[in-house]
C-alpha cells in the first residue's frame, strides 16, 4: 500500500513539474492580481449596496473573463485630492499590482482650479508608479450626469448600480491592458 501512495505521488508530482516546464507563465504567476481603487465616492459607492459599486463590479468582470483579482475598495465619501496623496501608502498596500485612481470632483466642486486638481492627481499617479505600481487614471467626472437612468438622484449626481455597470464597460479594456493576461 504505501509503494502504491508512493508511486502516485512521484506521478503526480511529474506532472506538474511536466505542465511547469511545458507552460512556466502560467506557474510564475499563479498569485492574484491584486488591484486597488483609490478615490472619493466615485469609489466607494455612496448610495448603492457594497456589491454594487465600482471596485465589486470590476472584479466580479474580470473573474468572469478569467483573471484571478482581488479588487479592494479604499475610496473614501468627500476625498479631496490632497488628502488621498497623504493617505496613498496606506491606501494602497506593498503587493499592489495596478492602482486605480478616480478622484478630483469634490476639488472641483471646491473651486479649486482644474490645473492644480490634475497636478495632484498627476502626483498620485508618479508616486504610484515609482514604488513599481500600474496606474489607471479615470478622470474626476464620470461623464454620466447627463443621464438620469444611470444616477441615484441625489443633488450630487452620484452613480446607480447601472452607472457603475457603465464604468466598468468603459474601463476594463485598459484594466486588462494593464494587467496582460495571466
Known amino acids: 500500500m504505501r509503494l502504491q501512495t508512493l508511486v502516485i505521488r512521484c506521478t503526480?508530482?511529474?506532472?506538474?513539474?511536466?505542465?511547469?516546464?511545458?507552460?512556466?507563465?502560467q506557474a510564475?504567476?499563479?498569485a492574484p492580481i491584486n488591484i486597488v481603487v483609490i478615490g472619493d465616492s466615485n469609489v466607494a459607492g455612496k448610495g448603492v449596496l457594497s456589491s454594487e459599486n465600482y471596485p465589486s463590479k470590476l472584479e466580479r468582470a474580470l473573474r468572469a473573463k478569467g483573471y484571478d483579482v482581488h479588487v479592494a475598495n479604499?475610496?473614501?465619501?468627500?476625498?479631496?485630492?490632497?488628502?488621498?496623496?497623504?493617505r496613498l501608502n496606506s491606501a494602497v498596500p506593498s503587493g499592489t499590482?495596478?492602482?486605480?485612481?478616480?478622484?478630483?470632483?469634490?476639488d472641483l466642486r471646491a473651486g479649486v482650479p482644474p490645473a492644480e486638481v490634475e497636478r495632484g492627481r498627476q502626483a498620485i499617479a508618479a508616486r504610484l508608479r515609482a514604488r513599481g505600481i500600474?496606474?489607471?487614471?479615470?478622470?474626476?467626472?464620470?461623464?454620466l450626469a447627463g443621464h438620469p437612468q444611470y444616477l441615484t438622484g441625489d443633488r450630487q449626481k452620484h452613480l446607480?448600480?447601472?452607472?457603475?455597470?457603465?464604468?466598468?464597460?468603459?474601463?476594463?479594456?485598459?484594466?486588462?491592458?494593464?494587467?496582460?493576461?495571466r
Open 134 to 143: 500600474k496606474v489607471l487614471m479615470l478622470g474626476p467626472r464620470h461623464g
Open 28 to 30: 510564475v504567476n499563479a
Open 160 to 181: 446607480n448600480a447601472a452607472g457603475y455597470d457603465v464604468i466598468v464597460a468603459r474601463t476594463i479594456g485598459r484594466v486588462q491592458a494593464l494587467i496582460g493576461r
Open 74 to 86: 479604499k475610496g473614501i465619501n468627500g476625498d479631496l485630492v490632497p488628502i488621498l496623496l497623504s
Open 97 to 106: 499590482d495596478l492602482a486605480i485612481v478616480w478622484i478630483g470632483i469634490n
Open 12 to 25: 503526480a508530482s511529474a506532472a506538474f513539474l511536466f505542465i511547469a516546464l511545458l507552460y512556466p507563465s
